[in-house]
């Protein structure tokens, strides 16, 4: 049976996203330790398929390395956040927080992806950052979105390659044009659904201009 587990990793409590069918599996933002996920993995016998990174902040790739080390899965991510690896938003250390163990990647564009035998539909989403993604499974009525948009708040912009203006754009024509039921798999905090964010997300009612 399909499942879609959460698991908060590191010390700012990433979302870490584990989908897994009978016999396949991938994951999305590994921000820490990724045991967790690695243990569940070997508990059910299951192959990871996929390693994927909305974007390439530090707490969304921390535990890249580690559970590629640990699985043998490749990472993708998107390409133009690739500039963030050399800033401490990127490789760790911002705040004294920890560093990010090196990793390499295969980028991931925008377009029509399969993972798990399962559509995958890699939207464009930047605001948050240059190159960030959100994954639309049709299948599933799930979209992850990174730090784009959490239940009734949106993501930061004041980070090297953010920009309101585009966030506001990204939800609006890649998010809330989604089907109403579609839940929305945040970065942080819990989930939400499309149609309530575009009904009372505050940042997009009138009155109020992001």
């Known amino acids: 049976m399909a499942s879609i587990q959460t698991f908060a990793l590191g010390p700012l409590e990433t979302n870490c996203y584990l989908y897994t069918d009978e016999a396949c599996g991938f994951v999305i933002d590994p921000g820490g330790d990724p045991q967790a996920v690695v243990d569940t993995l070997t508990k059910d016998g299951l192959r990871l398929e996929a390693i994927v990174n909305t974007h390439l902040h530090f ?53 029509r992806w399969q993972l798990c035998g399962l ?41 090297p390659g953010g920009d309101t203006a585009t966030l506001a754009a990204s939800v609006r024509e890649q998010i809330f044009t989604l089907p109403a039921e579609t839940v929305i798999y945040p970065g942080h905090g819990p989930q939400t659904r499309v149609g309530d964010e575009a009904a009372h997300n505050p940042f997009f009612q009138d009155g109020f201009s992001i």
């Open 59 to 111: 707490d969304h790739i921390h535990g890249n390395a580690a559970l590629q080390n640990a699985t043998g899965a490749p990472i993708y991510a998107p390409s133009a956040d690739e500039t963030l690896l050399q800033t401490e938003v990127g490789a760790g250390g911002f705040m004294g927080l920890p560093e990010v163990p090196p990793f390499s990647f295969t980028p991931l564009e925008p377009g």
């Open 119 to 159: 559509d995958c539909r890699v939207l464009p989403t930047p605001g948050h950052t240059q190159g960030s993604v959100s994954l639309y499974f049709p299948e599933l009525q799930a979209v992850f979105v990174g730090d784009l948009i959490f239940a009734r708040s949106v993501g930061r912009t004041d980070f």
